[in-house]
């Protein structure tokens, strides 16, 4: 997934755009996707699909990979406002030269990740039908194919900025 999210990232930004568009969007993201889970839930597989896209930019730029069976654990770990603001005040950090625990980073985003398909599962009918792993499978396969099927149909040819600024949707 990550490879063809990032083949619509804007090249024209440097390492450090990249990393305050992912960081930006990702809260921006979470935010939309909270907003719609409960009212709206073909938007909130969309939104879903967004906040994966950030998270794989954050992951393109330090270089990490997340496997599938990663945000699909049988045990679920509650991702609170704390984790996230620790995550960010971490990455701020990291824009201003100390170290980076990658380690750290890459666990926020799989409880992200985790969080958000879990959440949008709900949103689907069929997590009534079937157990909740099997429901959080084919919710995340949804979710990122509906995300790369809008960016392949947006960006055709890659990023295009006037694409992205003038659009339908």
């Known amino acids: 997934?990550?490879?063809?999210?990032?083949?619509?990232?804007?090249?024209?930004?440097?390492?450090?755009?990249?990393?305050r568009h992912a960081l930006c969007g990702l809260v921006s993201e979470v935010f939309e996707f909270k907003c719609e889970q409960s009212h709206n839930h073909l938007a909130a597989i969309y939104e879903a699909g967004d906040v994966c896209w950030m998270v794989a930019e954050l992951c393109?730029?330090?270089?990490?990979?997340?496997?599938d069976n990663e945000i699909l654990p049988s045990g679920y770990i509650e991702l609170t406002d704390t984790t996230v603001a620790k995550l960010m005040s971490h990455i701020q950090k990291t824009l201003q030269g100390t170290p980076l625990d990658l380690k750290f980073i890459r666990s926020c985003l799989v409880n992200i990740l985790h969080e958000t398909i879990l959440s949008a599962c709900y949103c689907c009918d069929w997590s009534r039908q079937m157990k909740m792993s099997e429901a959080m499978e084919r919710t995340l396969d949804l979710v990122l194919r509906r995300n790369i099927e809008k960016l392949m149909a947006r960006y055709p040819n890659g990023f295009d900025e006037e694409r992205s600024v003038n659009r339908d949707e």
């Open 1 to 19: 997934y990550i490879p063809l999210a990032m083949r619509t990232q804007n090249g024209k930004l440097t390492d450090e755009e990249n990393l």
């Open 60 to 67: 393109s730029y330090y270089k990490l990979g997340i496997d």
